[in-house]
């Protein structure tokens, strides 16, 4: 009898062509490619579990996935074999087995993503769908004075996004670091978990006030006096990238 293991994956994706990660009737998702994927690889129907759910159109260099089987592919090999049935904007960047009592959900500790700005005068071809083009000249400081209070255990409901169905809105959030590299500005949030489209929304407000167009404190005032006036357009989804997820 072949023995039963739990193999997990870490998936890179660009999200430009799905509808989201998430799996939805009709719709071409990244989950839904890749379990299809998972399944031709070991030639039966498979159910994969994901540490997390990105929005449509948001990028991924390091979700990960478990799933269980006796497949007898050798783990060195497996990426290469799923990535066979995959197109050429999602991959399986690496396998591994894992306890049996492992979930990629429940177990994940903490999560790091990345948004990036391209805050170039004209528009380049090699950014696109992969950064927020921002043509507006930025002020990084006042964006940075904006985000350094944010972090903590604090209750994040204006950041969430419009349909999202959660058990409570309380998030902690670790670190937020931003820094300009010519003309790209790169912030990356640090936290356990994130309500729906809240690192979006964060990102919108600290643009405005990037632009002088809110005052640096609007982002602490919405969180303090849990009013949603005080924050700005939700930021482009392309800009976003799920980068690691700690275990």
């Known amino acids: 009898m072949k023995r039963i293991h739990n193999i997990k994956l870490k998936v890179g994706y660009t999200g430009t062509n799905y509808h989201g990660y998430q799996i939805q009737p009709n719709l071409v998702t990244i989950e839904g490619t890749l379990k299809d994927a998972v399944e031709k690889t070991v030639k039966r129907e ?3 579990t994901s540490a997390g759910r990105t929005d449509r159109g948001v990028h991924a260099m390091g979700q990960v996935v478990n799933f269980y089987s006796d497949t007898t592919i050798d783990l060195g090999n497996l990426p290469r074999v799923i990535n066979y049935h995959l197109p050429n904007d999602i991959s399986v960047l690496e396998a591994k087995k894992v306890p049996m009592e492992f979930h990629s959900r429940f177990d994940a500790k903490a999560k790091w993503y990345r948004y990036i700005i391209y805050n170039g005068r004209y528009r380049n071809p090699i950014y696109h769908n992969r950064a927020a083009f921002i043509r507006f000249p930025l002020d990084v400081e006042a964006m940075r004075r904006s985000l350094t209070p944010l972090p903590g255990n604090r209750d ?4 969430m996004g419009k349909y999202a169905v959660v058990k409570d809105t309380i998030r902690t959030l670790h670190n937020i670091k931003i820094k300009k590299q010519g003309e790209l500005i790169i912030v990356d949030f640090y936290g356990r978990s994130f309500l729906k489209n809240m690192i979006r929304i964060i990102m919108g407000t600290a643009i405005q006030i990037g632009r002088h167009l809110q005052e640096e ?3 602490i005032h919405a969180i303090e006096y849990q009013d949603k006036s005080y924050i700005g ?3 482009d989804a392309c800009g976003l990238y799920l980068m690691k997820v700690e275990y």
Do not use: Q, S, Y
């Open 46 to 48: 498979t159910r994969i």
């Open 156 to 159: 994040f409901k204006p950041f």
């Open 217 to 219: 404190e609007d982002l």
């Open 233 to 235: 357009p939700t930021a």
